[in-house]
């Protein structure tokens, strides 16, 4: 089935001015103007960022919704997949974002705004703990594209985390996907969208 409403999570740091954000909004107002797009400024509490994206899907079909999330966006989107069965494709998803984030609690500046600055709490790492999942219930739901080229994160955690799952694993790569172009042929033939 073709989705019909897609959210887009991004990452740490990250906006919905990331390049492949705007790649796939792009993308889907050319292509798909009759999708619900929605890629929302998400909050550095990991709590909030996840009510603010359950509000705002909570009218949206289960059965024709998918969500994409980029690296802490990954983990996120898993969440919400998790909660409401719908499909979800991870580029570059975190693993352990509680573990890996954890060096990060102190000011941060945003990507794409250096001049916006946030804090990043100590007690955003439990809310992450608290948002991790289990087992995948379907994981023939999720589409992960995974970089072995990944400076930031470990490629072999993304593989073994979702296994079982669609996996397009890349030689090479980097975190930030540059090719991501080459891959949204395939991220959109998983979603129904041709």
Not at 69 to 96: D, I, R, W
Not at 105 to 118: A, D, K, L, T, Y
Request: aromatic share 10%.
């Amino acid at each position: 089935m073709a989705t019909t409403h897609l959210l887009y999570l991004h990452g740490f740091r990250s906006s919905p001015q990331s390049f492949k954000a705007r790649t796939m909004a792009q993308h889907i107002a050319t292509h798909h103007p009759q999708l619900h797009w929605w890629c929302p400024q998400l909050p550095p509490s990991p709590r909030e960022a996840m009510q603010q994206v359950m509000q705002g899907i909570r009218g949206w079909p289960r059965g024709s919704m998918a969500v994409v999330g980029s690296s802490l966006g990954g983990f996120y989107a898993t969440y919400v997949a998790e909660q409401v069965g719908c499909k979800a494709v991870l580029l570059n998803p975190a693993v352990h974002p509680a573990r890996d984030l954890a060096k990060y609690i102190g000011e941060q500046s945003s990507w794409h705004s250096p001049e916006e600055r946030f804090f990043f709490h100590p007690g955003f790492v439990q809310e992450l703990r608290d948002l991790a999942c289990g087992d995948l219930a379907r994981p023939g739901h999720y589409l992960a594209v995974i970089a072995q080229g990944d400076e930031v994160l470990d490629w072999r955690e993304m593989q073994a985390r979702y296994a079982g799952a669609h996996i397009r694993l890349l030689e090479g790569g980097d975190h930030a996907l540059s090719d991501f172009e080459v891959h949204l042929p395939a991220v959109l033939a998983f979603l129904g969208l041709h």
